[in-house]
């Protein structure tokens, strides 16, 4: 996620602009609650907060927050994958990012992904140039420069987070909770859910099981 450049929608799919009305407000939430820490499975959104999503996720939107009666979901507008395209944004856990770097370098802006389905999660993928076969082979079709700092490694070879000061310059750092963190372990994938959570920016964290190219060699993630 530190080395997000890109969102990637299917335009031939509907998306739904969506706002979240009857939830506690950001400031009464920061109030009442004491704890500074996430929970698994549980929902961090906010009454008035607008999300996009793909039209056929919906239901797994609302089925997580039918826990709280007073919740419902408004949907504002429908839109075609093909209108978001284009979109700019600002990546979550990025600590370079400026709106100078995605007006000159196409970065952190909304692109077509064939691979992009609404079978699962919420039909915008993130893309990470150095991380995925189908993240590389997008970043090339996008014609990025893979010159650019934000477009190199955020993991070094002994498989931890760059670190401020001890890398190459031509390396992307994460923000500095992250630094120097294996990336292998569970307690960085905790810290990361931390981060997003001070920055308000966790909807729900969750377990999910899923298929990952480990290494057919050794057998291990490394």
């Known amino acids: 996620l530190p080395g997000n450049v890109l969102l990637a929608v299917n335009k031939s799919l509907p998306y739904v602009f969506v706002m979240l009305v009857g939830l506690k407000t950001e400031e009464n939430e920061e109030e009442s609650s004491k ?17 996009v999503l793909a039209k056929a996720r919906l239901g797994e939107l609302q089925y997580h927050l039918s826990h709280s009666p007073s919740c419902r979901v408004e949907i504002l507008k429908e839109v075609k994958g093909s209108d978001l395209l284009g979109f700019s944004y600002e990546p979550p856990l990025s600590g370079c990012y400026s709106p100078q770097s995605h007006q000159s370098n196409g970065l952190w802006k909304v692109v077509h992904g064939e691979f992009v389905n609404d079978s699962s999660g919420t039909g915008v993928v993130h893309v990470s140039p150095m991380y995925g076969e189908d993240d590389h082979k997008l970043c090339v079709q996008q014609e990025l420069d893979f010159t650019l700092p934000y477009c190199q490694h955020v993991v070094g070879l002994d498989g931890c987070y760059h670190v401020d000061g001890r890398s190459n310059d031509s ?14 372990s569970e307690q960085t994938q905790k810290a990361v859910l931390q981060v997003l959570y001070d920055k308000n920016l966790l909807y729900r964290a969750q377990a999910v099981s899923h298929d990952y190219p480990f290494c057919w060699r050794n057998k291990s993630h490394r």
Do not use: A, I
Request: proline fraction near 10%.
């Open 35 to 51: 704890t500074k820490e996430f929970q698994v499975d549980q929902e961090y959104s906010h009454s008035g907060e607008v999300l």
């Open 171 to 184: 390396h992307h750092t994460p923000p500095k909770p992250l630094q120097g963190l294996d990336v292998t």
